[in-house]
């Protein structure tokens, strides 16, 4: 009984030890740091992690609380967020419950495609991005993961980073189909919303573009679109980049069914995932709009024509050269 006793006062002494030290050192909480906690790592390895960041005062306190109230084992792998100046107690509990975990916040751009997303989530340090491709490829989502700023821990399984973009999916983009009833499928709709995301510069022009793609297509009309060339190619090792500029004639020659200066009709599916602003220009194209082509006028815009020679007067105008070759409707 005399050990039990003497057991219980140490335990309880450093208790009030370590609150004491809590109240009396750290009066008011410092700086938010992030700490990593490794697998495997021990107790005496994460108090000189959270000693080395500020965030406590003792490894020996610390070491010994965590012996009393819990083990290394208890301790999530992971990075956490952490006030300097914090509590024993208070430490281990956060990271034992995982309260305090740190989300890296990663933003999708509008008309990347999905390796460029793989690439973002890799040098956050998110997810495999081979797992994110493959479950993207096998479930055909290109054009579906929602272009947005997210949180993600780190080490997210790939399916849960794609549930959640599938969840932000439904909730921004799928709503516009019931706001905008239209003849053409959900897939039809962003695959030309991808074309479109990736042609326009200027907001207001995408209800335009949107409507030169719609023209052509429903008129049976290759759409002779640049990024679904620039899609089939892929990364581009010379530039460094995934969407090659300058294309030349030899890449409109590329064969695939993304080439549309080669085969009529919509590629096989999106060649990018678009915002909302690119699906809604495609579900409410320009009103009256008759345009077949247009081309950049080097401001950012586009000169919009209806006949194959009034395009190519634009170019001649905007390029100050005679026009010559495929009878593209842009530049």
């Not at 429903?218 to 002779?224: A, Y």
């Not at 590329?254 to 009709?265: H, K, V, W």
């Amino acid at each position: 009984m005399k050990r039990f006793w003497l057991l219980t006062a140490v335990f309880v002494g450093l208790l009030v030890l370590g609150l004491v030290a809590g109240k009396l050192y750290f009066f008011s909480k410092g700086d938010l740091v992030t700490v990593q906690i490794r697998p495997g790592q021990t107790g005496a390895d994460v108090a000189r992690e959270l000693k080395s960041k500020g965030v406590i005062r003792s490894e020996l306190l610390f070491k010994i609380l965590l012996r009393l109230t819990a083990n290394a084992q208890d301790l999530k792998a992971g990075q956490f967020d952490l006030r300097q100046h914090t509590s024993d107690l208070e430490v281990i509990n956060c990271i034992k419950t995982g309260q305090c975990t740190h989300y890296e916040k990663v933003t999708f751009l509008e008309g990347w495609r999905a390796e460029e997303m793989a690439e973002e989530l890799a040098r956050k340090h998110i997810t495999d991005p081979h797992a994110f491709l493959n479950l993207v490829r096998e479930r055909d989502l290109e054009g579906y993961l929602f272009p947005s700023t997210y949180l993600f821990a780190e080490n997210t399984p790939a399916a849960n980073v794609v549930d959640e973009m599938l969840a932000q999916y439904k909730k921004h983009i799928a709503p516009l189909f019931k706001q905008y009833p239209t003849n053409l499928t959900e897939r039809q709709v962003l695959t030309l919303a991808s074309i479109v995301e990736r042609e326009a510069v200027v907001h207001d022009e995408r209800p335009k573009i949107a409507a030169v793609y719609t023209n052509r297509f429903l008129m049976g009309k290759r759409l002779e679109a640049d990024p679904t060339v620039q899609y089939a190619l892929g990364f581009n090792e010379r530039e460094q980049r995934h969407w090659k500029k300058g294309l030349t004639y030899r890449d409109l020659k590329i064969d695939s069914p993304y080439n549309t200066y080669r085969f009529g009709g919509l590629p096989p599916g999106p060649i990018c995932n678009p915002g909302t602003a690119s699906v809604r220009a495609v579900l409410q194209p320009e009103l009256n709009f008759d345009a077949l082509y247009f081309v950049a006028d080097n401001t950012g815009r586009h000169a919009f024509s209806r006949t194959f020679h009034e395009h190519k007067q634009h170019i001649k105008r905007i390029r100050g050269v005679r026009h010559t070759g495929n009878p593209a409707q842009h530049d």
